[in-house]
C-alpha cells in the first residue's frame, strides 16, 4: 500500500510538472488545529476590512473533509505568472503583475481539471475538487506544510524561486505520500515590511487588510482613506511593492503561459492614457483579466485618488 502511495505520489508530480506547476507538494487532508488561534485573532482584530468571507465557513477553511468527503491529501500547486515585459512608463498608474492577462482562476481551473482527468485516467477514479483562491481554503497552509513555500514576513508564501506564484489545490479521498513542511528562509530580513509605504504589516507575518493597498484597491468599495493619500505609488489595482524588494524575487521564474498575455496596447499606456481612460478601452485592456472584478467605476476611483 505505501509503495502505491508513492507511486501514486510521483505520478501526479511528473504530471504537474508537465502541466507547467513548477511546484507540487501533497499533505495529509486534516483539520488544521494550529491555524485556530491565530486565525481567530486577526479576525477579531478587524484586520480582514471588509473581506466578510473571510469570516464565514470558519471551519470549511480548516476542515478539508468539510469540502471533499472523505478526503485523504491536499495537493498543493505553485504556477509561476512573472511577466517577461513589464509596464513601460514609469509614471503611469501600476497594476499588479499577476493581472496583466487573463483571470488566473480559470487558467488554473483548467489545468487542474486536467490533472484530475490524469489521475482518473492513470491512477483511479478519486471523488475531488480543485481550488484557486476561490473557496474557503487555507492554501498559504497547506502550501507551506506540502513543503513547496514557506510564508515571508509580508504574509505572501515564498520559495527560493520567488513569490510571483499563483497557488491552486486538489482535495481528494486518494491516499498519497505526504511531503514534509520547507523551512523558512527570510532569516533577519525585513525588506518587505521596511518598502511597505502604507506600514500594512504590523509585524512580522500579520498584515492589516485595511492598510492593505492592494486590499484597498480592491476589496474596498467606499472611499479610499485621506490619511493615506500620496502613499500609493501610482497603484491603481493591487501592489507588488513587498514582493519587489524581496531579494529571492531579483531572479524571479518567468511565465510561459500565453493565456497570461496582457493586451498588446496594455504595457505601453502613458499616464495621460491611463487619467483619461474610457469604459470602452477599460473593456477592450480587461475584457478577461481580473481587473474586471472592481469595474470601471472601482479603476477610475482608484486612479482619482493617486491624481488628487
Not at 513542511?181 to 532569516?187: K, R
Not at 478601452?281 to 469595474?295: D, M
Amino acid at each position: 500500500m505505501n509503495s502505491n502511495k508513492s507511486k501514486y505520489s510521483h505520478k501526479i508530480k511528473a504530471e504537474a510538472k508537465r502541466l507547467g506547476f513548477f511546484a507540487c507538494g501533497i499533505s495529509e487532508a486534516r483539520f488544521l488545529e494550529e491555524e485556530v488561534k491565530n486565525f481567530e485573532n486577526w479576525l477579531k482584530s478587524k484586520k480582514n476590512g471588509e473581506m466578510q468571507y473571510m469570516d464565514n465557513n470558519f471551519e470549511k477553511r480548516l476542515d478539508p473533509t468539510l469540502l471533499v468527503p472523505g478526503a485523504k491529501s491536499v495537493i498543493s500547486l505553485l504556477y509561476p505568472y512573472y511577466p517577461h515585459k513589464l509596464q513601460l512608463h514609469k509614471d503611469a498608474p501600476v497594476i499588479s503583475k499577476y493581472a496583466y492577462g487573463e483571470d488566473y482562476h480559470f487558467v488554473l481551473k483548467d489545468k487542474m481539471k486536467e490533472l484530475i482527468k490524469f489521475i482518473n485516467s492513470e491512477i483511479g477514479e478519486v471523488n475531488g475538487r480543485a481550488f484557486t483562491d476561490s473557496a474557503p481554503v487555507s492554501d498559504k497552509k497547506w502550501a507551506e506544510i506540502s513543503g513547496i513555500a514557506w510564508r515571508g514576513k509580508n504574509s505572501v508564501m515564498l520559495t527560493k524561486q520567488g513569490s510571483f506564484f499563483f497557488i491552486g489545490e486538489l482535495i481528494l479521498d486518494l491516499n498519497l505520500e505526504a511531503d514534509k513542511p520547507m523551512n523558512s528562509y527570510c532569516g533577519t530580513c525585513t525588506r518587505c515590511i521596511d518598502a511597505c509605504p502604507t506600514q500594512a504589516i504590523t509585524e512580522p507575518y500579520v498584515v492589516d487588510a485595511r492598510k492593505c493597498i492592494s486590499y484597498l484597491t480592491i476589496e474596498f468599495k467606499g472611499k479610499l482613506p485621506d490619511e493615506i493619500r500620496g502613499k500609493f505609488r501610482n497603484r491603481v489595482f493591487g501592489c507588488d511593492i513587498c514582493q519587489d524588494v524581496c531579494p529571492y524575487n531579483s531572479k524571479p521564474l518567468f511565465r510561459n503561459e500565453e493565456r497570461f498575455l496582457p493586451h498588446p496596447d496594455l504595457l505601453e499606456m502613458t499616464k495621460s492614457d491611463w487619467y483619461e481612460i474610457t469604459e470602452d478601452v477599460f473593456r477592450k485592456l480587461f475584457k478577461k483579466s481580473a481587473v474586471k472584478r472592481i469595474k470601471f467605476t472601482g479603476l477610475k476611483r482608484n486612479i482619482d485618488f493617486i491624481k488628487q
